[in-house]
């Protein structure tokens, strides 16, 4: 096993987790809040799809697919192309209402981009500067590991809404 198998099974695992915690639950339920500013399982999921699809996206150089693809206009939310979700309020994330379908079809697309991303890598890409703005610079090993961190994160807490959600 190499790094781009690595970072692969990573991304891996956050699919498995996205799809465990959106599975069976309708849109309702997937726009549902715990308490009245909680997140809710549509919106950490399209959240943690958009910041892997724009951190991805500008390391591979490539347009997102967010865009590129039409997710953005199938969407439909109230909020400009190159959101992610950072910032969001409590209005931002009841805005994040869409069918399962949808959510996992976008999830979907961003997870082939990226693990055909990953799979191209050589270990020594991996030490490769790609932002200077933090001391120490990241290199892409380290923004990739972070997204997978920060996708597991969110994807945890979607399933952990889930669970509430079917016991009710």
């Given at each position: 096993?190499?790094?781009?198998?690595?970072?692969?099974?990573?991304?891996?695992?956050?699919?498995?987790?996205?799809?465990?915690?959106?599975?069976?639950?309708?849109?309702?339920?997937?726009?549902?809040?715990?308490?009245?500013?909680?997140?809710?399982?549509?919106?950490?999921?399209?959240?943690?799809?958009?910041?892997?699809?724009?951190?991805?996206?500008?390391?591979a150089e490539t347009e997102q697919v967010w865009t590129e693809e039409g997710w953005y206009d199938r969407f439909?939310?109230?909020?400009?192309?190159?959101?992610?979700?950072?910032?969001?309020?409590?209005?931002?994330?009841?805005?994040?209402?869409?069918?399962?379908?949808?959510?996992?079809?976008?999830?979907?697309?961003?997870?082939?981009r990226t693990v055909g991303f990953v799979r191209g890598l050589r270990d020594a890409d991996l030490d490769v500067i790609v932002d200077e703005a933090w001391t120490p610079p990241v290199t892409l090993g380290v923004r990739l590991v972070s997204?997978?961190?920060d996708d597991l994160q969110h994807a945890g807490q979607a399933a952990f809404i889930r669970g509430v959600l079917r016991r009710r």
């Open positions: 096993m190499n790094s781009a198998d690595v970072l692969a099974d990573g991304f891996g695992r956050v699919q498995e987790t996205v799809h465990e915690a959106v599975k069976g639950l309708t849109a309702d339920q997937l726009a549902t809040r715990l308490d009245d500013k909680a997140n809710t399982v549509a919106w950490l999921v399209w959240h943690l799809t958009r910041v892997q699809d724009d951190h991805v996206s500008e390391v439909g939310l109230p909020f400009s192309a190159a959101a992610t979700g950072y910032g969001h309020r409590a209005k931002d994330v009841a805005a994040v209402r869409v069918p399962p379908k949808l959510l996992l079809g976008y999830y979907d697309a961003v997870h082939e997204v997978i961190s």
